[in-house]
């Protein structure tokens, strides 16, 4: 405690709150050294200093009308606002105010202190911002959440949790009997230890597994679509995470496709076969060259077989190898070098008819026609979608003109440009003819510009 009168007031001067008085009409009549650094103030003389200039306009009624209230009811009152400091910068005091009276109990003003508290509100308002915005994320999770479980349930999809012995951990759309257990605890037969397998399969490897599984339920064969990943959480415990989806509807779709391909496949050889009949036929009963009627057929049994490649892919796609193989395995004296490049379904015919006509026209006119002559193959996809592919003969023998054309020459060009979107060049040198094309590998076929 203060000893003196005087060593109370200095411990009023100089404690670093900012301390203060005013008198019954609101003026102030004292300001502590801290307050007075505050707004800058030099002399404890205070007649011209009037503190509410300093106040934030916008926060007059924050202060005023607290500060009016105690005033008249002679009561203590509390208030918030912006300040003006003595260097410009805005700062937030919380005033707290008590009345004070004369020896014989006449109000005689208000006596207070002034806390600044601006850095506690942009804490409190990071905080709160921060709060508002993981409720936000909270609520967003939660809607997610919602919806996933609505369509995993309106899927089918079931999902799972595993630790290290396998047992699970947490279920989705599966019985909750099943914690605790294991694939094979929980489901009997071979189903459970099939699914059982493929877990400890992705737990020993680390590597994500897909795969589908059959099994007969009620005398019906049903499918399910097993997806499994190895994790680590962040208590450092390995988990494999599973799903199954029935993907039962969808095979038995696909069943129904395939036979109606292969049904539709084998009318359109019978529709090959039919017209190579009529061509034929009609040919008995007409001069035709023979020549010409077997180039004719030929071509028809290369779309033929262009037809079985087509069907033999279930995704559309014709693999580039197998089409040259088709039509070029008889051929000897054929240097062949490509990689696993596909094509979509719709340019193989126009593939297969090109190189049935390289290989048939080498064969009478071309390098294949000498014994020492050779042709090389060669194809290879670039990193655009596009494939090349380049047919190059060298002979003695002279090259046919390049200057005749019929069919098999439009077929070569402007027909296998024009159906594949794609790009040709048909040249002669002394050696002989050397064709190259470049067509799109995508599904959507690309246009050049």
């Not at 208000?110 to 308002?125: C, F, H, K, P, Y």
Request: hydrophobic fraction near 40%; glycine fraction near 6%.
């Amino acid at each position: 405690m203060p000893d003196t009168p005087l060593d109370l007031l200095l411990l009023i001067e100089d404690t670093p709150a900012m301390l203060w008085r005013g008198d019954r009409e609101g003026r102030c009549v004292f300001l502590n050294r801290a307050q007075r650094e505050f707004w800058g103030i030099a002399s404890p003389v205070l007649d011209e200093f009037d503190w509410a200039t300093t106040l934030l306009e916008e926060d007059h009624d924050k202060v005023f009308g607290p500060f009016s209230e105690g005033m008249m009811r002679e009561q203590p009152f509390m208030c918030e606002a912006r300040y003006h400091r003595a260097d410009g910068a805005v700062r937030v005091l919380r005033t707290k105010a008590s009345p004070y009276f004369s020896q014989s109990g006449v109000f005689c003003g208000m006596i207070g202190v002034n806390e600044d508290v601006t850095d506690l509100r942009e804490v409190q308002a990071s905080l709160d911002k921060q709060n508002e915005e993981l409720t936000d994320s909270l609520r967003m999770a939660s809607r997610v959440t919602s919806r996933f479980e609505l369509a995993a349930q309106i899927s089918g999809l079931a999902m799972s949790e595993h630790d290290e012995l396998l047992r699970y951990t947490w279920s989705h759309n599966l019985p909750g009997s099943c914690l605790g257990q294991t694939p094979a605890e929980f489901i009997s037969g071979d189903f459970g230890t099939r699914i059982e397998a493929i877990l400890q399969e992705v737990l020993t490897s680390g590597e994500p597994a897909a795969t589908e599984i059959d099994f007969l339920l009620d005398g019906r064969r049903h499918w399910l679509e097993i997806q499994a990943c190895r994790i680590t959480t962040d208590a450092n415990e390995i988990r494999i995470i599973a799903s199954a989806l029935d993907v039962t509807a969808r095979k038995l779709n696909e069943a129904k496709l395939e036979l109606l391909a292969k049904e539709l496949a084998h009318r359109v050889k019978n529709i090959y076969s039919v017209n190579e009949a009529i061509i034929r036929q009609s040919a008995k009963s007409s001069n035709v060259d023979p020549e010409f009627l077997e180039s004719i057929t030929d071509r028809l049994r290369t779309l033929s077989r262009a037809q079985d490649a087509l069907l033999a892919s279930p995704h559309d796609r014709v693999s580039v190898k197998s089409i040259v193989d088709v039509n070029l395995g008889h051929l000897n004296s054929i240097d062949v070098t490509g990689d696993d490049a596909t094509i979509p379904g719709r340019s193989a015919p126009y593939l297969a008819l090109a190189l049935h006509e390289l290989g048939t026209n080498a064969t009478k006119y071309g390098a294949l026609s000498d014994d020492a002559g050779r042709v090389s193959l060669d194809w290879h996809e670039d990193d655009k979608g596009y494939l090349h592919i380049t047919w190059t003969e060298a002979s003695d023998t002279d090259p046919m003109s390049a200057e005749k054309e019929g069919f098999g020459t439009a077929l070569l060009t402007r027909v296998f440009a024009a159906a594949t979107n794609g790009k040709v060049d048909r040249s002669f040198s002394p050696a002989g003819l050397r064709w190259s094309a470049i067509i799109p590998t995508a599904p959507e076929l690309g246009v050049f510009d």
